[in-house]
């Protein structure tokens, strides 16, 4: 797929403060597994397994990997939709994961999200100015009417007219209800917005469209974002820095040119590969992974990438790597780039 990207074309780039507004440290979720008459805990799938970034004002964070690298997992601990199991999250210089529910309503103003299914992220029995104003209620934003104007604003500057707030869902194709979506998400004013897959259930030309917007949106109101997918090339054209997870943690984060042009993980070299190329002139060796993903129930040994990659070793199989500094924001989780005890756990 390819996105048009007028910003680009014309040689502008954005401006990333390099202020830190979201610090993730050794972050964890194991959703337990119960078995047995007495329902008891044999296990745990390890869906995030010690993961750790930071995300800059005003930048694009896209995190990437293939169903069951745990990124919407990641994505759902950040806002506290789950409870992190390990780990801490700071926001803007808070702590956030030793907050109760209560104490945490009123920073959701601040962190807002972009759901994946435009269909079932949307109350079907509320009209679409009631859906767009309901976040400014439970934050008691505003008057009613500010909050109305608020409502016909936002709907303009999503693409949609102000006659929309009186219809329903229903009445909205999928692209249509992706941009009531990111609507209701700007209403409270957010500094930063995570969006899980929110391009992934719709059509090809319909996801320039969004991500285009999505980009506009963020230039005007300053805002920061996760973007969440599996789609490489949607990745590339919206984000700054690119972290790739497998299995949990994270493999690779770097700038997106450095990871593109030079990918370093075994893995991220295999996904790139395996992008389409709109230039016919040029010729790519596709790398093909064998094996299947292994379950994050019962992940393996040492490097959690070795049973599937063509460079593993002996020490692969037995020491974890750890996140190892290349130069230029360029960090690798693996032992090709490490001498022996260094950078491993």
């Known amino acids: 797929m390819t996105v048009a990207n007028d910003r680009q074309q014309a040689g502008q780039t954005k401006a990333v403060s390099g202020e830190t507004l979201v610090e993730v440290n050794d972050l964890k979720k194991h959703f337990p597994i119960k078995g047995g008459v007495l329902k008891r805990t044999v296990g745990h799938v390890k869906a995030v397994d010690g993961v750790t970034f930071s995300v800059y004002k005003g930048e694009t964070l896209g995190i990437v990997g ?3 690298s745990g990124k919407s997992t990641l994505g759902r601990m950040i806002m506290r939709l789950l409870e992190p ?21 009123p920073m959701r103003k601040n962190l807002q999200m972009i759901f994946q299914d435009p269909y079932a992220s949307l109350n079907p029995r509320m009209s679409v100015g009631e859906i767009i104003e309901e976040p400014m209620v439970v934050q ?19 693409g949609l007219g ?10 909205f194709s999928g ?3 992706q941009r009531i979506g990111i609507a209701r998400a700007l209403s409270t004013r957010p500094q930063m917005i995570i969006g899980d897959e929110p391009v992934s259930a719709l059509d090809v030309s319909v996801q320039s469209q969004v991500l285009n917007l999505m980009e506009d949106l963020q230039e005007e109101y300053n805002l920061t974002y996760i973007f969440i997918a599996h789609d490489l ?4 054209h919206i984000s700054d820095r690119v972290g790739v997870m497998y ?3 994270l493999a690779e984060i770097a700038p997106k040119d450095s990871l593109y042009d030079k990918p370093l993980h075994p893995y991220t070299q295999a996904l ?17 992974l064998e094996g299947d993903l292994p379950s994050p129930s019962n992940p393996p040994s040492g490097c959690p990438f070795h049973t599937r990659c063509p460079e593993a070793h002996e020490r692969c199989k037995e020491k974890t790597p750890l996140l190892t500094d290349m130069g230029d924001g360029h960090y690798v989780a693996c032992h090709l780039y490490t001498e022996p005890g260094e950078n491993e756990s």
Not at 233 to 236: F, L, T
């Open 66 to 68: 293939e169903s069951g």
């Open 85 to 105: 199991s390990e780990g801490s999250i700071e926001f803007d210089g808070e702590d956030i994961t030793t907050l109760s529910q209560r104490q945490i309503r």
């Open 140 to 158: 008691d934003m505003f008057t009613k009417e500010e909050r109305q104007e608020r409502v016909i604003d936002l709907l303009k500057r999503v």
């Open 162 to 171: 102000a006659e929309a707030r009186t219809k329903y869902p229903h009445e």
């Open 175 to 177: 692209g249509q209800r």
């Open 233 to 236: 090339s949607v990745v590339k």
């Open 247 to 249: 299995l949990g943690k």
């Open 272 to 288: 790139i590969s395996a992008v389409p190329s709109t230039n016919i002139e040029e010729v790519k060796e596709r790398q093909v």
